[in-house]
């Protein structure tokens, strides 16, 4: 299984950017994807979830701004993420599970300017 995320940047405070994550080697649409973030010197933290069933759910301090999406087809997973705030910089995963074990994407950097 691999997973490949995309999509970070440095971007002002109020603006947008959209993740990608790739997924191979998995039947992608039977498995949920989740995306973690991790801000500098904090431990990674839950960010959102999606199911084979596109039924989602996401962190309290996201609702409203970011948006968990997926694409069976192309077997790609997206996090939009709008109304930035300086607090959402961190390095964003994207992770998937398997048989019991978990399969994170490499991280892609989201700073955000105040």
């Known amino acids: 299984v691999q997973l490949q995320a995309s999509g970070g940047g440095l971007v002002q405070a109020g603006g947008s950017l959209r993740l990608s994550c790739k997924a191979s080697g998995i039947n992608f649409s039977l498995h949920t994807m989740d995306w973690y973030r991790q801000p500098p010197g904090k431990q990674r933290e839950w960010v959102a979830s999606?199911?084979?069933?596109?039924?989602?759910n996401l962190v309290d301090a996201v609702k409203g701004r970011f948006t968990v999406s997926r694409d069976n087809v192309r077997r790609m997973a997206y996090l939009q993420l709008d109304r930035l705030k300086p607090e959402d910089t961190a390095v964003y995963y994207c992770k998937t599970r398997r048989s019991g074990a978990d399969f994170w994407g490499q991280g892609t950097q989201v700073t955000v300017s105040s």
């Open positions: 999606i199911t084979s069933g596109h039924n989602t």
